[in-house]
């Protein structure tokens, strides 16, 4: 079936300017996940949505960082007056959640790559 | 001290060799582990999951965990140049909560 898909794949954007990432999780997955994933380090975390809860947000790095889960699906990540040090690739993840199971793993897309010139 | 060590590597092998990948972690609430693959340009793709002490095999991947000394490692057999690429441990505790915890990876080579 179809996995997480992420757009655009790649985004190069001026400094100053708005940017907006797309995500599509898997057709029945309940969360979704947005971490940031800098060269040569680990996944950082930024913002969790599960069905119609408020999202955690404790991970976006400033107030320049929002997200919005329309209808329980599409996600997309607003990043305002980007910054050099916003450069990175922003990854989606999304998880089922299956009874009988008391965790799920998640399943990522491959990203968008964003440069911020 | 971090949630999750790894080491970065890089790991050079021949092809054909059994390969050992490890993380270890300090939170004994993680009771969830994971291991993904990363290609370069990629996003992560999930490997294995278990919950429990033990081993457990898919092929040529091995999962083991070992909740005691809190470590777990990833074994891969006849290692193939396709292999290649960075291996994540991931954790989490028992709940859908947010809360997975990410090591910063290992780059395998697997040189023909």
């Known amino acids: 079936g179809a996995g997480v898909s992420q757009s655009p794949s790649n985004k190069v954007t001026e400094k100053g300017k708005d940017v907006e990432l797309r995500c599509d999780p898997i057709?029945?997955?309940?969360?979704l996940y947005w971490y940031r994933q800098s060269l040569g380090q680990g996944l950082e975390f930024l913002i969790y949505?599960?069905?119609?809860?408020?999202?955690?947000k404790s991970g976006l790095p400033s107030d320049r960082f929002s997200a919005e889960r329309t209808g329980g699906s599409v996600s997309t990540l607003t990043i305002q007056r980007t910054q050099q040090e916003d450069s990175a690739v922003y990854l989606c993840?999304?998880?089922?959640?299956?009874?009988?199971?008391?965790?799920?793993?998640?399943?990522f897309g491959n990203g968008t790559r964003l440069t911020v010139t | 001290q971090k949630e999750v060590e790894q080491d970065p590597g890089p790991l050079s092998v021949p092809e054909g060799a059994i390969v050992s990948l490890n993380c270890t972690y300090s939170?004994?609430?993680?009771?969830?582990f994971m291991w993904y693959r990363q290609y370069s340009r990629k996003g992560p793709e999930l490997l294995m999951y278990?919950?429990?002490?033990g081993n457990k095999e898919d092929g040529r991947f091995t999962a083991q965990v070992d909740k005691s000394s809190k470590y777990i490692s990833l074994f891969i057999r006849d290692s193939q140049p396709s292999d290649s690429a960075t291996y994540l441990c991931?954790?989490?505790?028992?709940?859908?909560?947010?809360?997975?915890?990410f090591g910063p990876g290992t780059r395998l080579s697997v040189l023909p």
């Open positions: 057709s029945g997955h309940t969360a």
């Open positions: 949505f599960q069905g119609n809860s408020a999202p955690d």
């Open positions: 991931a954790m989490s505790a028992y709940n859908y909560g947010q809360n997975f915890v």
């Open positions: 939170n004994s609430a993680f009771q969830y």
């Open positions: 993840a999304s998880r089922p959640r299956i009874p009988g199971q008391v965790n799920s793993p998640l399943h």
């Open positions: 278990t919950y429990s002490s």
